[in-house]
């Protein structure tokens, strides 16, 4: 086992501010939040802030809790305990959060178009027959152009390809112009072409319209070249920061509790479970595993 | 064919086919077929129930149904929606054939509700039935955007604050309404026929919701015409008609979609063959550039 | 001996020919009906396996009155539907209910038309009353080969394919993986389908093989560990249910309010319920006895490994 003592400190995290105390760009903060299932701590203490106009991605393997922690700033899964805050809309009425799912399975015979989706973004909660709006129309041709849909816009929801579909559930999301963004590993079923362009749209998104994203994926890579923040989510546990901070052999390791190595190839990021034996940090740079060292 | 007695036939049966069209579009968009085969032939228990019990009919048919749209919204939280579906059906149909073994004058109405005498349908009937289906379609309308967002995806619908299993109920129950109103007009076994078929069509001409709506409404108007007025004059059964109509209009549709479909994913593959044909547009296609 | 048994069964049980009919046929029928069910259930069809007797029961009955033996017009019948449905595609997952009920629909139709053709409207109202309902004591005999020889082909069949079936049920696009001829399987479900219920609507009534298609099935899938047991638990609860029904309705002769005795479907259907029910609660306890056991033997791990790194 590693002699404690030896390591190095791990890069300071941000602290979160005390609860009442905000930061004028602040638009969500999660203050060790604690999500149990039976006895079984999915969450057991998260603490992380999401600012405007940052793109911050919540990394994490599968069944570490990511869905369970946007599903908890949803408001659809109650914590156990702590705090989530969110700052409200930019209107009076209009929405905080916008939700974009992972692919959604539609029925290709749906006698809906994608822009009558993205409507239902708009008032899909309300009871009584809509009247045809002229600026109802207007916001949704807007956001359209926005994500880049409006070519397809009259097609039905059923008949998107992946990309597509990815398009019209964000400008869905977007429409009521909300705040916070969340998105529930959008990459995961996309191609290699559409990965990039997604990755692209939400980081012109989030410049453009000044919002907070928080996009949850189990692969960093992707977000790399866009990703202003990470929360990286493993063992109920998060540390957050940038991706230099927090993506390292010795925060990591503290966070599994085991020995993982982080190793870099080019501009890409892998995180290793530990092989066993600990030969030590590069004297370079501490913290990071280069191939081709020994 | 248009005179005396057909009048209140006509007026009742296009009442019927309005309000099954518009409900037919949840059913079709929902995949809820089963439920609206089930809950009529639930009712028809119910209609069992009353003369045992000497009530109205009507009271029977729509305490069965109603009683039979609760129990699939309740059973489908522990099951799947379609076993939770025949589970009710078998229990309402057990407890219908108790109450049949134990009411002897109720036989010769069986035939009429199972299969529907809409030929010689009385005044009296209109009343109810226009009440009836002005419920439902209130509460289709009413409903009409978070039920539409809800069974384009549930999902959606709870992050928006809709409760899926509201809106399931809530259509459950309109479904129970479209029943007890249809049900001695065009029976038990085939008012599903026209909440199944005339949709179906109709989505595949269109991709816009409201009109597919008015397209339900529209091919389900148009079927019982034709359903009663061939029936009128070969006096071959009105349900006989409506099931090989539905079924016509359902494969019209089909072939409709697919040759739409042919044409146009042809025009995809060229589509997408040129942007391959072409240079990739940027260069981090190599390689994503260092991180922040 | 006799002392025991005879609160619950009423004198004369075990003599009664139309009893012992009634046991055989019921109890072949449910048997094939559960192995048949656990498989429908875990590929989503039960409305198809409803829509199917519905239809042969409707239209074979009506078939029969035309001139056809009844057997040939129940099968028959399930056979074009399930034909029909095989057709127009009603296994793949998408469409499927829309399917399903416009099969339904044109057939029920065709259906109401046979049963017009036949000019006596009391038997026009028996007729449909038994095809809903059944008339499980007036089973003619000479049926029971035919149903034995029958069920004992599907069954036969259904344990021969047994596990390409099962692993297309639960993963479609897997068993196409491994070279499995899905769309073969699909028709291989349908057909089996079709003659489980055709024979259960023959006998006990379209709504009793609706029944003992899906109660047992469905209950099987959550008690059973693994999937083989599932088919043995389903022909279990299934024929349990139908012989203590069976007793149940014998016994029932006396009882009010008409003295013709309740029906057997109306018990069948009832303790197939009672089983589903039961074999719910049976696995959420289950459930949550497995849960507290692993909680206890993780904190007991979780004991041990901060002892051990000290």
Known sequence: MPDDAAQPEPAAQP????????????????DRLEVRFGDRAVLDGVSFIVRAGELTGLIGSNGAGKTTLLRS??????????????????????????????????????????????????????????LPSRSRRAMVDEVLASVGATAFADA???????????????????????????????????DLRSEFEVVQLLDQLTRDRSIAVLISAHDMNPLLPVMDRIVYLAEGRAVSGTTDEVVRTEVLSELYGQHVDVIRVHDRILVAAGGGHDSGPSPDEPGVWTIGEH | MFSGFMVTTWVVATVVAVVAGVVGFFVVARGSAFAAHALPLGAFSGAAAAALAGVSTLVGLVGFSVLGAVGISRLSHRARRDVATALVLVVLLGLGALFLSMTSEYAPEIYSLLFGEVIGVSTSSITPIAVLGAICVVMVAVAWRPLLLS????????????????????????????????????????????????????????????????????????????????SYQTNWPVGFFVGIIGAGAYFVGRSWSWWVQTGRSGWRLRRGAALRDGRPRTASLRGAPAPR | MHAAFGWLVEPGF?????????????????????????????????????????????????????????????????????????AVGVERARGRDLATGIVLGAGLGLAALLLYFDSTSTSTTGAAISVLFGSMFAIAPSIIPWAAGLSALVALAVLLAYRPLLLSSLDPDLAAVRGVRVRVFETLHLLALAAAVALSALTIGAILSTALLVGPGAAALRVARRPGWSLVWAAGIGLGCTWLGILLAYDSYDWPPGHRGWPVSFFIVALVFVAYVAGGIFHRVRRDRRDHRDRRGTSARQAHATAGSA
């Open chain 1, 156 to 190: 039905r929801v059923g008949h998107l390809s992946g990309g597509e579909q990815q398009r019209v559930l964000i400008a869905h999301a977007l429409v009521r112009q909300p705040r916070l963004l969340l998105l529930d590993e959008p990459l995961a079923n996309l």
């Open chain 1, 73 to 130: 700033i949803l408001g659809l899964q109650v914590p156990g305990s702590g705090t989530i805050t969110v700052a409200p809309g930019v209107r009076g009425h209009g929405a905080s959060i916008g939700y974009v799912p992972q692919k959604i399975a539609l029925d290709p015979d749906l006698p809906v178009r994608a822009r009558d989706l993205v409507a239902l973004g708009i008032d899909g909660h309300r009871l009584g027959i809509p």
């Open chain 1, 15 to 30: 602290e979160p501010p005390a609860p009442g105390e905000s930061q004028p760009d602040q638009v969500l903060a999660v």
């Open chain 2, 151 to 230: 069974s384009i995806s549930p999902e959606l619908g709870e992050v928006a604050g809709v409760s899926s299993g509201r809106m399931e109920l809530w259509f459950l129950l309109v479904l129970a309404a479209v029943t007890a109103m249809a049900l001695p007009v065009v029976g038990a076994l085939l008012v599903f026929s026209l909440m199944v078929g005339p949709p179906a069509a109709a989505r595949s001409f269109t991709s816009k919701p409201h009109v597919a709506l008015a397209g339900s409404v529209l091919v389900a108007v148009v079927t019982v015409w034709a359903a009663i007025a061939v």
């Open chain 3, 14 to 86: 075990f003599s009664s020919a139309p009893v012992r009919t009634a046991a055989l046929v019921g109890g072949v029928a449910a048997v094939v009906s559960g192995i048949v069910g656990a498989f429908t259930v875990m590929r989503g069809q039960s409305f198809a396996g409803h829509a199917l007797a519905d239809v042969s029961a409707a239209g074979g009955s009506a078939a029969f009155l035309i001139g056809i033996s009844p057997l040939l017009g129940f099968v028959g019948m399930a056979g074009l539907a399930a034909g029909g449905m095989e």
